[in-house]
């Protein structure tokens, strides 16, 4: 079993870090992804943790310590890339990391501004390689991720969809009703997200959200787990 977890931990973490690192090493997830990873003093007592845990192969961006990014953690050996020219104003958003049998990028895309992130990521699917996107999407799908429809580019989605990839928890989980992340409101998002190529949905063999993270506090949103057979 592989094991791919994807989660926004808030502002870098900040004093929650040394309780995100316990629940991390609790889980033993082969490949983490961070998102509103920060640079900062925080970042690196994440980093330091993280290579305790094992997870010796780790990936980020050159942003400023308080921008926030993404960052991922592997256990396994794999390449990686970085994509300063995704978006000329958030070159921080996305990373790759390539193994054998299918690339991940790991995303942190910015809450209703324009930018150019969904068609970068388009562009990335085809039929050469397998394809994994997982991380804090921040949209969704109107009416089914939100009981509302103020999502931007939903779009996109779709067109992830229409060109080979699918929504590994709604693969598993079909029409339920999962939010990852809550306003002040009480009102539910399903912000975070995991799109699979569709060669590889015969190895799906789960896809959720850890919500009891989100109820500790330890961060605002709720991580997902792909599992892999």
């Known amino acids: 079993m592989l094991q791919i977890l994807s989660w926004n931990i808030q502002q870098g973490g ?3 870090v040394t309780k995100i690192l316990e629940a991390i090493g609790n889980q033993g ?7 509103e990873f920060r640079n900062n003093k925080s970042g690196l007592h994440l980093r330091n943790g993280m ?8 990936f980020f961006s050159g942003a400023i310590d308080n921008d926030n990014t993404v960052a991922i953690f592997s256990k396994l050996p794999c390449g990686s890339a970085i994509f300063p020219k995704c978006d000329v104003n958030f070159p921080h958003a996305i990373i790759k990391v390539s193994f054998e049998v299918f690339d991940i990028y790991g ?26 996107i997982a991380g804090d999407f ?18 996109y989605l779709e067109a ?15 029409d339920a009703e999962m939010y990852s992340w809550y306003s002040h409101q009480g009102n539910g998002y399903r912000y975070d997200h995991t799109y699979i190529h569709k060669s590889l949905t015969p190895i799906i063999k789960d896809c959720n959200y850890i919500s009891k993270w989100r109820e500790a506090k330890l961060s605002d949103h709720s991580p997902m787990v792909l599992s892999l057979a």
């Open 138 to 155: 921040n949209t969704g799908k109107n009416y089914i991720d939100q009981k509302g429809d103020s999502f931007w580019y939903s779009e």
């Open 29 to 35: 997830s082969e490949i983490v992804i961070l998102s």
């Open 51 to 58: 290579l305790k845990l094992g997870y010796w192969h780790q």
């Open 14 to 16: 900040g004093s929650r």
């Open 160 to 174: 992830f969809e229409e060109k080979g990839c699918v929504d590994a928890f709604r693969h598993v989980y079909q």
């Open 107 to 132: 995303v942190y895309l910015p809450h209703k501004k324009k930018h150019e992130l969904f068609p970068f990521l388009l562009d990335q699917i085809t039929d050469k390689k397998p394809i994994i």
